[in-house]
């Protein structure tokens, strides 16, 4: 945990909307026992508050995919998080989503309201400049915050939330490039989910069910079909149709994981759509001088932050990898004459970019220090042999426990490891 902000002893006392769960690793009882997050009545049912171990997974989080985003070709922007009704009206949210979104605010004569979707925003920045062939594929991404009515009886913890931190990101393509962009999102999914140590349970093909809340214009749903079908099938990945499951405006791919409990939800997505380009009039400029439709590709590697995180909590236990946990090395010194040493150290690590706490005598013996410190990754512990050669003795999260050695190679394999996103805690560091 970070210094200057000292919590209580960990504990996880039942609340209401945890009886019904008794599996260990439940991320509402983890979450709060371990720091991480909590709510408040006076704040508001579905509205979690970040404490700072669980605010340093989220920076981490963000962090990877953003730089993911970037090595890919994602040009980030930042959009509102309001908007006037006449533009969810427009890309059809109105008419098929309003029983999801809030009530609108009357502004000075206008309707406005909290944005249920980036998408919108995202065709009206790509409208506002014109645009060549030559700059498609055009990708942008946002980690946006938007906004969902959910009932009350559907909250609870991170996984069902009012107030929501997307990953999402539209790309503006030709029609032919759509499936070569389809299946680059889902190789960055499957990349992310090797970095984060969770696997899918399965890919799930959502389609259109009956109903008037999906978008009436058959032939594009055939096509933006067609399209994710031949993209399932290339990339050899098993999957299930699933009949209304799909968006208003187009089917998808949904990635599904499953909780401690045995409860499957949609973490990662992947969506066609030809409705929006056509309501928002966007167009480029083809080789011919022409003026075509742009194809928008829908995708969102790590769905929502607050989802995402209660995943982890529930599949690592607290025990996240090194590169996300809140705390990634704990110097332990072994009495109060090493402490300087100590926090030499922690300095050195700083200096590195690791998340570092010291943790001396005062907190009790060695022994009991450890065991508090059993969900950090590495363990520094500093003798008098080691702070006299600039050595560390780790130890790591697993059990294991390593020679002395000099303190600047320990930092440089413990650093490579974390800038690699790797899952291993001593192994060979395999980028992601």
């Not at 579905?46 to 040009?75: C, F, K, T």
């Not at 065991?371 to 520094?380: E, F, G, T, W």
């Amino acid at each position: 945990m970070p210094r200057g902000f000292v919590m209580g002893p960990v504990t996880c006392p039942a609340t209401s909307e945890e009886t019904a769960m008794t599996t260990v690793h439940d991320h509402r009882r983890l979450g709060r026992g371990l720091n991480l997050f909590d709510t408040d009545p006076l704040i508001g049912a579905g509205l979690p508050y970040w404490l700072p171990d669980g605010a340093a997974v989220r920076h981490a989080l963000e962090e990877y995919i953003r730089s993911a985003e970037r090595r890919a070709g994602y040009q980030h922007v930042y959009s509102p998080v309001l908007g006037k009704r006449e533009l969810y009206e427009i890309s059809g949210h109105w008419a098929h989503y309003s029983d999801d979104m809030f009530p609108p605010m009357d502004i000075s004569g206008e309707q406005v309201v909290l944005r249920p979707s980036l998408c919108p925003h995202h065709a009206v920045i790509y409208r506002s400049r014109p645009h060549s062939h030559r700059e498609l594929p055009l990708r942008m991404a946002e980690l946006g915050g938007m906004y969902r009515s959910e009932l009350s009886g559907v909250l609870g913890g991170l996984t069902r939330v009012r107030a929501i931190q997307l990953n999402d990101a539209h790309i503006f393509c030709t029609l032919d490039q759509v499936a070569e962009e389809a299946q680059a999102a889902l190789e960055m999914i499957r990349r992310a989910y090797e970095a984060l140590g969770i696997t899918a349970t399965r890919y799930r093909l959502s389609l259109p069910g009956p109903g008037g809340k999906y978008v009436a214009a058959p032939d594009k749903w055939q096509r933006s079909t067609a399209l994710l079908t031949e993209v399932l099938d290339r990339s050899g990945l098993p999957y299930e149709e699933a009949r209304g499951e799909a968006a208003f405006y187009g089917p998808k791919i949904d990635v599904q994981v499953t909780d401690g409990a045995g409860r499957e939800s949609t973490l990662s997505t992947v969506q066609v759509d030809f409705h929006q380009p056509e309501r928002f009039d966007l167009r480029y400029i083809g080789a011919d001088g022409a003026r075509h439709r742009p194809v928008m590709v829908h995708r969102s590697i790590i769905g929502s932050v607050e989802r995402a995180v209660a995943h982890l909590i529930e599949r690592h236990g607290g025990a996240f990898p090194a590169w996300i946990a809140p705390t990634q090395l704990v110097v332990l010194p072994v009495s109060d004459a090493q402490s300087p040493h100590a926090e030499a150290l922690a300095e050195r690590c700083a200096d590195l970019g690791l998340r570092v706490e010291t943790a001396g005598p005062e907190r009790g013996s060695l022994g009991a220090r450890i065991r508090q410190a059993r969900l950090v990754p590495y363990q520094a512990v500093i003798g008098a042999a080691e702070a006299a050669g600039d050595l560390v003795a780790l130890r790591l999260r697993d059990g294991r426990r390593l020679d002395p050695q000099p303190v600047s190679d320990a930092l440089a394999h413990i650093r490579a490891l974390i800038d690699a996103h790797s899952t291993e805690l001593w192994g060979g560091a395999t980028r992601s």
